[in-house]
């Protein structure tokens, strides 16, 4: 990683669902430009290579080509074809799959629920309709499922396969539906010009938003290891040792600064405040009045943070509160009664 997540802690991400199988992930912070990276490497990959089910082709009998009309059936083969393309389909093989809706002696509408089940096929919306038959009308056909990635158009296959009475389908395989991002400015202590990364992701209920972009990932790191198959570092000291940097987050430790054998101060850490998790009026607050991490703040007195601007006593609460949890307290400030010593 970047080596200014060693300074403003590594990258955050949440996932909040915004309804069925639709996902707004957010991630932060982020280097300056670093969003933009993501979020574009993410978008085309979640539209161009995660795998899905479609109808291929359709046999119906009585029917040669899309423009034939059949009789006792309301709408034409090309209606027909199009609310097939519709069909929400969770395959578990590669193999394609045909299956079987067989309809006669009856009027009404004929749904997605009505095809024959099969032990490798979940269709997802089964209530969408496929046909409206008149009375004593009779439908019979044969769908051919197939799992791919992409868009395959059926002018491709037909010059492959002249199966007669086969009707091939334009395919659109991938399961997402709708994918944005959106960058933003977010900031760590006196760091204004970081990124946060927000992605909108919506399937069809074929693969998890969370699973396309576990998914995503892969393929993304599979291509960006074939620069470095020695899996060498180089430049180690300008990148962020990730494992050294999330045991540092995990475990915070504020040594005082000391003189060490040669007259020289120690580095003293640097812990975004943000990490505490204020409230925006808190955080604001001691921003403002310029501390901008956990040890500025331990080092600071209970009078001193009282004079900021904004800043009143269930401010002050919150603060030792917060503080309290990880051990710490303000300076001259006594930890288990809370009071100034």
Do not use: C, W
């Amino acid at each position: 990683m970047h080596i200014i997540q060693q300074e403003i802690g590594l990258p955050k991400i949440t996932a909040k669902k915004v309804g069925d199988d639709h996902t707004l992930f957010a991630v932060a912070p982020l280097p300056n430009g670093y969003g933009m990276t993501l979020g574009n490497a993410f978008r085309r990959v979640l539209l161009s290579s995660l795998p899905g089910a479609a109808v291929a082709a359709v046999k119906i009998k009585g029917a040669t080509h899309e423009y034939t009309a059949l009789a006792g059936v309301k709408d034409s083969i090309l209606d027909m074809l199009l609310n097939l393309k519709q069909l929400n389909i969770k395959k578990h093989s590669k193999k394609p799959t045909i299956l079987k809706l067989e309809v006669k002696n009856r009027s009404g509408e004929v749904k997605a629920k009505d095809i024959a089940k099969d032990s490798d096929i979940e269709i997802l919306n089964p209530d969408l309709v496929i046909t409206t038959l008149d009375k004593k009308g009779e439908l019979k056909m044969e769908i051919v499922i197939e799992k791919n990635v992409g868009y395959l158009p059926a002018a491709d296959r037909q010059k492959k396969n002249k199966e007669a009475g086969l009707i091939y389908l334009d395919a659109m395989f991938s399961p997402v539906e709708r994918v944005r991002y959106d960058v933003s400015n977010t900031r760590v202590g006196q760091m204004t010009d970081l990124d946060k990364l927000e992605i909108e992701l919506k399937t069809n209920g074929s693969m998890s938003p969370e699973d396309s972009m576990k998914f995503a990932s892969n393929i993304l790191k599979s291509y960006f290891d074939l620069f470095n198959q020695e899996e060498e570092m180089v430049e180690a000291e300008f990148a962020t040792d990730v494992e050294k940097t999330k045991a540092e987050n995990e475990e915070i430790a504020f040594p005082a600064e000391e003189e060490n054998a040669v007259g020289e101060a120690s580095t003293e850490k640097y812990t975004p405040i943000e990490t505490l998790q204020f409230s925006p009026r808190t955080l604001n607050a001691l921003i403002n009045g310029g501390i901008g991490s956990v040890e500025q703040l331990a080092k600071s007195s209970p009078n001193r943070i009282a004079e900021l601007r904004g800043f009143g006593s269930k401010a002050l609460d919150e603060v030792t509160e917060k503080l309290t949890a990880k051990g710490l307290k303000l300076e001259g400030e006594n930890t288990e009664t809370g009071e100034n010593e």
